[in-house]
């Protein structure tokens, strides 16, 4: 919850001045402002054409009805809204929003032809308890029940500590591997080998420009969700930068 709208847009066009055509031979980038701010950007995004992909931060389940407050995925993908995250561990820890509903939002984003970032997460608590692969087989089941592999293969899934976010305090290179590699297997497991290779998982909590490297050095995460360092263009751009130098083909 940053930035209002002439705020977003001097972000995202000084960050289409910085972006180097090289930065993005290997790096798809997508920002996520909030849904005030989502025309502005589009429309400054597409007249400028600065090479981002916008992305909404959560929607509802629904297309439409009494959900007074909340916003429809049909809206968001009339926007060219190409990414969706859900189950940000805010919305879980804050909103109450439960596994049940982060699967039906999931198939609401897929719906209307956009691609769910799916957050997936343990607690401190759970961490401390060594529940941390009970808690991510939990969610990511919930999650991909009922989906066919060529759907499952398309999404991004994230891995996102919630003792993690916000705090300063990111999972080590070792323990975002070992987490995207748990995940990567329950993929496989429930969607078959070719979708656990293909589906991209990302490590998200306490990025920043220092620890982006090191994260996207691991073979198992593909890419980053960042959350403070990108509320300004140069640090954004920094950790862009980093994990293009960590491409692996």
């Not at 997460?121 to 969610?139: F, N, S």
């Not at 420009?209 to 691991?218: C, F, H, I, T, V």
Request: charged share 25%.
């Amino acid at each position: 919850m940053h930035h209002d709208h002439i705020e977003a847009l001097h972000l995202v066009r000084d960050l289409g001045l910085r972006l180097k055509p090289e930065d993005l031979v290997t790096t798809d980038v997508s920002v996520h402002p909030p849904f005030t701010d989502l025309r502005t950007v589009q429309t400054l995004v597409e007249k400028e054409r600065i090479p981002v992909l916008l992305g909404a931060q959560h929607c509802s389940d629904e297309d439409a009805g009494a959900r007074t407050g909340e916003v429809s995925p049909r809206m968001l993908a009339r926007l060219g809204t190409r990414y969706v995250i859900v189950g940000h561990s805010e919305r879980r820890t804050l909103f109450g929003m439960s596994d049940a509903t982060v699967a039906a939002t999931l198939k609401a984003v897929l719906r209307h032809d956009m691609i769910p970032i799916v957050c997936v997460g343990e607690t401190e608590e759970e961490r401390q308890a060594g529940r941390t692969e009970t808690k991510l087989e939990e969610q990511v089941l919930r999650a991909l029940e009922g989906l066919a592999p060529e759907r499952v293969a398309g999404l991004v899934l994230a891995y996102e500590p919630l003792w993690a976010i916000g705090t300063g305090q990111a999972a080590s290179a070792m323990d975002a591997e070992d987490a995207c590699v748990f995940i990567r297997s329950l993929v496989a497991k429930v969607a078959g080998e070719p979708a656990g290779e293909t589906v991209r998982i990302q490590y998200g909590g306490s990025v920043q420009a220092d620890n982006a490297e090191e994260l996207m050095s691991e073979p198992n995460v593909d890419g980053l969700l960042v959350g403070g360092a990108s509320l300004q263009a140069g640090t954004f751009l920094d950790v862009i930068r980093a994990c293009g130098a960590c491409y692996r083909s």
